[in-house]
Structure formats: C-alpha cells, structure tokens
C-alpha cells in the first residue's frame, strides 16, 4: 500500500513550531496502515525539518536563540545577499537541521517517541506557506 | 517482508559511542533480507544517531570537544533550564545530528562503507537506556 | 520493485557541489517507477550528502565559509590529528550535514522542490572519488 499526499503548512513566524497534527491531519491514509514508513520531505531550502521536543515553548525559543547566533545575519563572510540578511543563514539551518524525516508507523500512527513531536524550522522571516510531499507505504490493516 | 522490532541500547556515559553490533545484534531477521532498507528512529529527544568513523576512539572523543564548544552549557541565553544544565544542549545537539538513520540492506547485512559505524550520541550526563526502533523491509532470500 | 546501484561520484575539490544529474545519470532505473522512494547513502565518512539550493553558485561558496568557520582547522582540543589538519573537521561536518538522503520519486523521477538539488559536501583537500549506493523501491509505471 502506497500514499503520496502535498501537504501545505500554513504560514508562520520565524521560528520552531510544531506540526505533527497538522501533517498527520494532512495524511489521512496513514491511520490504515497496520505496519510501514512515512516519509516527509520539505521542499524548500530556506526552512526545514526535525525531530524534538513536543512540550515546553520554552525549547522551541531556545532552538531560535541558538541557530540564531551559530548562523548569524550580516557576517561580512556572506556573498549571497540580495535576497535579504535572513536569506543565507536560513539555507545553512537547514541543512544543518535536514529537509526529510522518515518516521515509522504502527497500527495506523507515527511511532514517535513519548516527547517527540515534528518541528517546522521557519528560518526566514516571512516564509510564507511551505510544502510537505508526504510518501508513506507498508501493510495495510486486516 | 516487513521486521519492526524495538532496541534497548544500553546505558551509556554523555559522549559518542559505537552500536552498530548492539543494533544488529537485536534484529536477527535482518539476515533473511536479500536487498532492502532498514530505518532506526532513536525515540529521545536529548540523544541522537549518526553514521561516522567507526575505527579510533579519538575520533570519538573530538567529537564531544566540538559539540560541547559549539553548544555550551551555561550561556545566558538558555531559557530552558529547569532540566538540568545539559538538557537544552542536548536538544539542540541531537537536532544537529539527527533521530533517525536509513541504511542500505545487501544480502542480509548493513550496507555501511567500510570505516562506517552507528553512533549513539549522548548528550545527557546521566540519560539511562535508549530506544531505537528499528523497521527494515525488502526482498527475503530465496 | 526494488534497484540497488553502486555509483561513483567523480574526485572533486573541497566544497559544497550539485550532484543532482550525476546521481540520476547513475541509475537509469529510477525512470521506470511510478512512485516510490530513492534512498542515498554515502559510504565515506569524510564527505557527506544534504538538499540545498540548485542555483547560485554564491551560496554554495557560502557554505564552504560557514563550515569552514564553525569547525577550524588546527584548533588546540583535536586529538585525531594524524590524517591531517583537515580530516578531524571533515568527520564532523559529515555529522552535521548527514550522510544518508531519502527523496520521494514521482512518475519516473525525484520529487525535488523546485530549488532543490543534491549536495556532495567535499571536506577533504584532496577526498578522491566517492562511493554513493542508491536503493529505491516503489510501483513500476504499467
């Protein structure tokens, strides 16, 4: 059994948030596989993807304080700057981060750990909506 | 053919440490896989998996120098610290690193070049056992 | 229906390289799946595979100073330093990046978005040929 779903994330902040409902929400086949693979891959190179902890806000806020100052803006080493200070550093967070996530399933839900959630990592400051091509495959329920 | 199968991986000191044997060692079925995939989700957020050298210690070692300098504990940006000194880092660590890892499977073995190994990254002084979940899947031998 | 494909990818300089067409020129199969999902794995330790932007030469230039920033040559807490002074910061920038790239595959060929390309991140001197082995599976077109 094979799934292949776009999923849009809506717009947000830059930032780390959490998506796991909403790319869930997006699939709804996935609750039919008893046993398999879900694959998600970012197709922007200017936000990403990664596995994290699903409850404090105060996590996500320091994922920001620290990208933002490992991958500062206005470093007078950047050549790529016409589309905007925020531009380089978000393509170097993400592939410091990773555009895809392969995630198991069981008995029709991802099977994350108790504290994992997926993040959306907005690295630029108006991103606006992003895409998420989500490939999933295994057995299907009885 | 479908395996889904969970790992414990024993407790380990904070640092870098081999388990690839300790991995394979818990999935006896995936010596009956002829050609195919096996995926390991490393279901913590403050611990991580990485394919690196698989030969000297030193490397190893180097590796926890980088990333304590690189993510440092203590900084006065952290808002998140009511876990402990280590536990922000090691969320930030294991986003860098990664959760997951996807390896070839070639005649019932891990397809790996020769100088590679699995990592487990502990990032937590004291973080107790691990859980991998490993889900292979390919063409059984004949 | 399943393809396992040993591609060399040709010696280049250090540096971050599109590698896109040389992977898919590689396994010529990947044109008969319908949908599916290709698996990369890089089989060295001292190079390493991510998703970025497919355009300006500008940016990949700016990873090569980013990286070459965030991990130095010769700092004083490398103890693995007898494969030279650039061997220690290449395995960790192999762990930052990634070795390992799943992208989905849609009527014959990768779902990449469209600014998307594939990366071999060089992070030796001189790193030689690379060893890429390509596993993908999915439903063949009729």
Redesign the interface.
């Known amino acids: 059994m ?1 799934i ?1 779903r776009d999923v849009e994330l809506a717009p947000r902040a830059r930032g780390f948030h959490l998506v796991t409902r909403e790319i869930v929400d997006g699939v709804p086949e996935l609750g039919r596989l008893r ?3 879900a ?1 998600v ?5 200017s936000a990403s993807l ?4 699903n409850a ?1 806000p ?2 996500r ?3 920001s ?2 990208f933002d ?3 500062p803006e206005g470093a007078e ?4 700057t016409l589309e905007g200070p925020d531009d ?1 550093p978000a ?2 967070k ?11 399933v ?1 008995d029709g839900r991802l ?6 959630g997926i ?1 959306l990592c907005e690295h630029r400051d108006s991103g606006g909506a992003r ?1 998420a ?1 989500v ?1 999933a ?3 299907a329920a009885g």
């Open positions: 094979w292949q046993l398999g693979l694959h891959l970012l197709q922007n190179t990664t596995l994290n902890e404090s105060d996590v806020r320091d994922f304080a620290w100052r490992a991958v080493y950047w050549r790529h380089m393509h170097i993400t592939s410091l981060t990773g555009s895809g996530l392969t995630i198991p069981r099977a994350l750990g108790t504290w994992q993040y895409r091509l490939t495959f295994g057995e």
